[in-house]
């Protein structure tokens, strides 16, 4: 499968700015007000857009309102991630374990079977993970990969419902967008859990508002690279290259938070992202 030039561009730039904010709430010290920030700032931006946009079928309104309530568990179980484990820990999983769960819910609830090359992905992206759990001693790890393997199974479970809601929606950008708007707001007011006005006051809003708005950003911006990509090449070829978004999130963490995986934590990586990859293309 071949991507044209410009939208293979498009993807990787996509993936790293999916990586960029995921690394950006992992800076932070308060990674539940950079994170609630960020569902707030992503639910008023897609609000904006609303208007000038096709109201989604009456069909889809159940998918979009258990989309809600998985993304609030979602934001919720990556601010606990980030809170306890590195990236380089916790993205790969949380990116690469999803894809597979996918899969498995798709071939076992709705009987869309995978190939021997669908079985190989999944049986790599395993090996990586059982790797890449592998302790190392530092406090709170075990935490982290629960939150983290947690968080994979809520993607899974809202890939899911919404390939299915955006099917029913006739009206697919529409449909992306009110779930960032619908979980907006219970999301910030669960992570915060009563300390919503904490965000709003001292010397760390400058910082709060420049991760949670920049990732709210990129996150949107990263969302609708992928899909106009997806116009321009065939979806699997798309999805595989975005599994690249676990490089880059493990380059962004070397970088600028000093994180030093080890190589089997490296080996890790390659093996879930390969698989990925693969899983995608079958």
Not at 44 to 59: E, G, H, M, T, W
Not at 191 to 213: E, H, I, K
Not at 233 to 242: K, N, Q, T
Not at 246 to 268: Q, T, Y
């Amino acid at each position: 499968m071949i991507i044209p030039p410009i939208a293979t561009a498009a993807v990787l730039g996509g993936a790293a700015l999916h990586a960029a904010w995921n690394v950006g709430i992992r800076g932070g010290t308060d990674r539940r007000a950079s994170t609630a920030l960020l569902a707030l700032a992503g639910g008023l931006i897609s609000a904006v857009a609303l208007p000038f946009l096709p109201a989604p079928a009456v069909a889809a309104w159940p998918h979009l309102a258990v989309s809600a309530v998985l993304h609030v568990l979602y934001y919720n179980l990556l601010a606990e991630a980030y809170s306890l484990g590195a990236v380089s820990l916790t993205y790969p999983l949380m990116r690469g374990v999803a894809p597979a769960l996918t899969a498995a819910i798709a071939a076992l609830g709705f009987g869309e079977h995978l190939g021997i090359a669908g079985w190989s992905g999944l049986i790599l992206i395993s090996c990586g993970v059982c790797l890449q759990a592998r302790p190392q001693g530092k406090p709170g790890e075990a935490r982290a990969l629960v939150f983290a393997l947690a968080n994979a199974l809520i993607v899974a479970l809202y890939t899911v419902n919404d390939a299915l809601g955006a099917r029913l929606s006739h009206s697919p950008v529409t449909y992306a967008l009110w779930t960032f708007v619908l979980p907006a707001v219970p999301a910030a007011l669960v992570l915060m859990r009563g300390r919503l006005a904490l965000m709003f006051t001292g010397d760390t809003l400058p910082s709060l508002l420049r991760r949670g708005v920049g990732g709210a950003i990129c996150s949107i911006a990263a969302y609708a690279v992928a899909l106009w990509a997806m116009t321009q090449a065939p979806i699997g070829a798309v999805a595989a290259l975005r599994e690249t978004a676990m490089l880059f999130g493990v380059i962004f963490a070397w970088w600028f938070l000093a994180e030093r995986p080890g190589r089997d934590r490296l080996l890790a990586l390659a093996m879930i992202a390969i698989g990925a990859a693969i899983l995608d293309l079958a």
